[in-house]
């Protein structure tokens, strides 16, 4: 801009991806005796065309209903220009919002569009972050997309499964983008997906599968809602309370975690009440030696600890660990390799018990001579 001559007040407007909005103002003064300068506007380091607008806002009045269409159909692009296609979903973040429509709606559109046509924007990618937790939302909420050069869903799918190192893959992106779309909690995706690689090396892998398949026949919208329907649809199955609490500790716990440790996991992925009452735990007092004792004390004792909340806690626990399938599948298979003592100790004993049986028909056959 040029400021006019003699006092002139600038207000600068800014907002940020997570369309927060802060304003201030300057006061510039021009002398009246400058010499008039030529007014240049090089708004953007490039300026993409015309056509890729139009097309992207066919995409969007495409997948849009009701007012955010009508508001899509009236917003002006004839006249003007853009360097990203994320300065025009700013633009109808604006006047969306003149029309009493959340900015998150516009986001959530431009989400819909990156699945269903491959065109990726900032705003979708920040849209799947806001609604997601654990590991899938670190990739996400550290990701430029124009400095990534990712300008599609499928490249997208393709850096998220490589930053991952493959705990989540391009099915799994669809599915949590799925979910968002949907309003239901991303969470339970990944719930469902740990449960099941865990089912594979389990001796009762069976009855979770089982467990499983009766949920996929039902509705959910948040995680603590599917993860208290599964305990009770595995109690149904015939799974004991200890080996719910052995699989949940099993999906949301490094290896040799010791009970003081998980407690304390859980109460920094808790919310109030519940922190406080997990805070007042005595573990000697109670007996709770294990985390799966943990569990098993916190599912026992429902008037204590709102079941909601604690269901709530081991869903965002469970989410925040980075545990690849394979991982699970060696923490399970490789019990015996790390309890190698156990397996001697049988081997021993059963030598043991065959050498007292042929000992004894010796002494047998002696006797009988």
Known sequence: MVPGKGNNRVVFKLTDRFNNTTTTEVLVTRQNNLTEQPVERPEYDRIISGKQIASFSTMLKNRAKDDLLKVIAETDIENKQFGKIDDYISLLREDAAKHGIKSDEVDKLALRVAVMDNVLTQAAVDYLAKHTTGEINKILTDLD???????????????????????????????????????????????????????????????????????????????????????????????????????????????????????????????????????SIDLKKEGINTPEELLSYLFNNKGKYSEASVNRSIADLVSSKDISGEGLKTKYSGFWKNNLWILWILIGAGILSLFLVFWKRRNEKNSNK
């Open 145 to 279: 997309i124009y400095k990534e050069n990712i300008m599609n869903w499928t490249k997208l799918q393709e850096y998220v499964a490589s930053k991952s190192e493959g705990r989540i893959s391009p099915d799994d992106l669809n599915n949590i983008a799925a979910a968002v779309l949907a309003d239901t909690d991303p969470s339970i995706t990944v719930l469902k997906k740990k449960i099941l690689t865990f089912s594979e090396k389990s001796a009762y892998g069976d009855l979770i599968r089982q467990t499983l398949a009766a949920l996929d026949q039902r509705s959910f919208k948040t995680r603590e809602e599917w993860l208290q329907a599964f305990i009770e649809e595995a109690l149904k199955h015939g799974l004991t309370q200890s080996q719910i609490s052995e699989i949940l500790v099993m999906i949301s716990a490094s290896p040799g975690t010791k009970v003081e440790q998980y407690l304390k996991d859980l109460i920094d992925h808790s919310e109030e009440p519940l922190t406080s009452a997990l805070k």
